[in-house]
């Protein structure tokens, strides 16, 4: 069975300070692999996708990055926190197109900015 | 553009009750619909898809919807609630193969009073 996993579960970090999200699928060879970001009590954003390793493209801007250095995880980081960064994180995998299978998503971590 | 309209951000029924939630979206052709549903501290769980054929789809746990074109919307239904349906729900839309991005309503909070 495909298990996804994100860690950490929380973080509290300071504006300014550097962050990284991780995510990682067992069970399953050449996901994609998506990040998505929920403000509090909002709906959720695509910030990334990834088809294969080493290949990443955006769908927002929000002073992040992604890297895909395994085939089976998936990085979030930013080298400055801004306080607009809070909220929940998300990764996903599918086995296909967005269009054409499910997404399964991770439990989520939750970053607080102060 | 394409976009997903979910009116009500709070619903609140009783236990047994049926239950209706709302869902428009804005698209050219016939998009691809899904309903997520999202409970507490976790990420979300598919309930249903809608692609094409019979308009009405069946979901897990008792959830249907029906997809209308010419009133666009997939407003989800069940006709006897639980408690255990308290979560976020999310309509949301893709287009159809070729699109890596899902487009997602703002989500709206149920709350099975027992």
């Known amino acids: 069975a495909q298990t996804i996993h994100q860690w950490p579960v929380a973080e509290i970090k300071a504006v300014g300070s550097p962050l990284s999200l991780g995510c990682t699928i067992k069970?399953?060879?050449?996901?994609?692999l998506y990040w998505y970001w929920q403000a509090t009590g909002g709906t959720l954003q695509q910030l990334f996708y990834?088809?294969?390793?080493?290949?990443v493209e955006s769908v927002v801007q929000l002073n992040l990055s992604a890297s895909r250095p395994k085939d089976d995880q998936f990085i979030l980081s930013t080298e400055k926190l801004l306080l607009s960064h809070s909220g929940f994180y998300l990764c996903?995998?599918?086995?296909?197109?967005?269009?054409?299978?499910?997404?399964?998503f991770g439990h989520g971590t939750k970053l607080s900015v102060l | 553009a394409q976009s997903v309209t979910q009116p009500d951000a709070r619903v609140t029924v009783s236990e047994g009750a049926s239950l209706q939630l709302r869902c428009k979206y804005s698209?050219?052709?016939?998009?691809?619909l899904f309903w997520y549903v999202q409970y507490p501290r976790q990420g979300l769980q598919l309930l249903l898809k809608?692609?094409?054929?019979?308009?009405v789809v069946q979901g897990v746990n008792g959830f249907e919807a029906e997809f209308s074109k010419s009133n666009s919307s997939f407003h989800l239904r069940k006709a006897s609630v639980h408690w255990s349906d308290s979560a976020v729900y999310f309509c949301?839309?893709?287009?159809?193969?070729?699109?890596?991005?899902?487009?997602f309503g703002s989500g709206t909070q149920l709350t099975v009073m027992p």
């Open positions: 996903a995998w599918s086995l296909e197109g967005i269009s054409n299978e499910r997404l399964f």
């Open positions: 069970g399953k060879s050449s996901p994609n």
């Open positions: 990834s088809i294969t390793v080493g290949q």
């Open positions: 698209y050219s052709g016939t998009p691809y």
């Open positions: 809608y692609y094409s054929g019979d308009p």
């Open positions: 949301v839309l893709s287009a159809p193969s070729g699109s890596w991005q899902l487009i």
